[in-house]
């Protein structure tokens, strides 16, 4: 413990007031009180400095003790402001923990869109009416710290409503206060994730320009902390993939894909949970975009295989896109394998959805044909059906099935080119951003 304390020690202003209560203490314990009131007013100063709400509410507190104590030594109006001040810094504070409830309650209801991959009508209005508390009309009045929770809840909030230049915007004022506290560990661990977040919702706006210019921070920035150092490494390997997906509707360079998957396995990110999900999925579809099939079909299976996470649609759809894959490589057997899979697998998950059943059947149908023409006729079914699937079963909203859309796959067979090529000249399939 001395050892740890020897280290952390002077890391930061937190540890600075933390080792400062124990000198009051100790000052007390030997009946030093001038001193230890000398310590308390410095303390309290740096405190307030630096936001500390927690360490000023303690540090007001000894002095309350103190000033009882001493009663005579101060007038009633002095240990009254004292006691006043403590009552604002519990105002605060409880502020801030009910802005941290709330953060919790918006990101229960992002997992469940993770599991349903839309918000409910039911649980919009609940989120339309978490956001109208009153608790957010205090955010000017609080510390840095509180009103990034405050912002934050709004982003997350704004994001479930898919009013994304909102989230953006929040975002923004998030990151403009980072850029002022204090840079530990921690504040550019969240100074890291929020660029993160700013890139994905700028990509997802199509605005590559703005999102480059945050992939370059996560490119650029080093850190001596080899945590956190090695969590910038995720952030850019994963966001790097992620920003070439999206850049795939517009063109597709085979060799920044190859440099994008190199940098990734350098990470060595672990691909278990619902963040390092998505990865391996785009690096599937990518790969196969560019008619590496076999490289395709390993991201893909990587993405089956990976653990606890509640993307289990993603999964599912999974199977389907490596029967794709095998229908290229004319594997019709592995690809009818798939799809039996993809139906046991729903089925030990309780998850059924039409729209998977249904796509998977019209990908089976494949295996069956034989000649040129009985293909393109097929190729055109699938085309008009899945687009109604699209209009019925999803209503039209943005889908994790559109990650490889199988409307596109179909039109690209039936002009004869290659995934990616068919991606460009396609209209741009809604996503999930």
Avoid at 159 to 178: C, D, N, R, S, V
Avoid at 235 to 243: A, V
Avoid at 299 to 317: D, G, P
Avoid at 357 to 363: D, P, Q, R, T, W
């Amino acid at each position: 413990m001395h050892a740890l304390r020897s280290y952390s020690s002077g890391k930061n202003s937190s540890y600075d007031l933390q080792e400062r209560l124990l000198d009051i203490q100790n000052l007390l314990d030997k009946n030093l009180s001038e001193q230890a009131f000398e310590l308390i007013n410095e303390s309290l100063k740096k405190a307030k400095e630096t936001e500390n709400l927690e360490l000023h509410l303690q540090l007001k507190l000894v002095e309350d003790k103190l000033m009882v104590r001493y009663n005579r030594q101060f007038t009633n109006e002095q240990i009254l402001k004292v006691k006043d001040d403590i009552k604002k810094l519990t105002e605060q504070i409880n502020t801030e923990l009910l802005l941290g409830s709330l953060f919790i309650e918006m990101k229960k209801g992002d997992e469940r869109r993770g599991a349903e991959e839309k918000v409910p009508e039911k649980e919009k209005k609940f989120l339309e009416e978490l956001m109208k508390n009153p608790v957010f009309k205090k955010t000017d009045s609080l510390r840095r710290k509180g009103k990034l929770i405050a912002y934050n809840v709004q982003h997350v909030g704004n994001m479930l409503l898919k009013k994304f230049p909102i989230a953006i915007e929040y975002l923004q004022k998030m990151q403009t206060l980072y850029s002022e506290t204090e840079p530990d560990t921690n504040n550019m661990f969240n100074y890291l994730s929020n660029t993160n977040n700013l890139l994905v919702l700028n990509v997802g706006a199509k605005k590559f320009d703005e999102a480059e210019r945050y992939l370059k921070i996560l490119e650029s920035n080093r850190y001596k902390d080899k945590r956190l150092e090695e969590h910038r490494k995720t952030l850019f390997s994963k966001n790097l993939i992620f920003y070439l997906f999206e850049k795939s509707h517009y063109h597709l360079i085979d060799i920044e894909i190859e440099e994008a998957e190199k940098y990734y396995l350098q990470s060595a990110v672990e691909l278990s949970g619902n963040n390092n999900l998505f990865s391996t999925y785009y690096l599937g579809v990518l790969n196969l975009g560019i008619g590496k099939f076999d490289k395709a079909l390993d991201w893909i299976h990587k993405t089956i295989a990976h653990e606890n996470t509640t993307y289990i649609n993603v999964q599912a759809y999974c199977r389907i896109v490596a029967a794709i894959i095998h229908f290229e490589q004319n594997n019709f057997s592995l690809m009818e394998s798939s799809l039996q899979n993809m139906n046991y697998f729903m089925k030990k998950n309780n998850f059924q959805t039409p729209y998977l059943k249904n796509v998977a059947l019209l990908i089976s149908k494949l295996s069956s044909l034989n000649s040129a023409a009985e293909k393109e006729k097929h190729f055109k079914k699938i085309i008009v059906e899945v687009n109604e699937l699209n209009r019925v079963e999803l209503k039209g909203e943005s889908s994790y099935f559109h990650t490889l859309d199988t409307v596109v796959w179909a039109t690209s067979k039936l002009n004869k080119v290659g995934y990616a090529v068919q991606l460009v000249e396609s209209p741009s399939p809604s996503k999930i951003n």
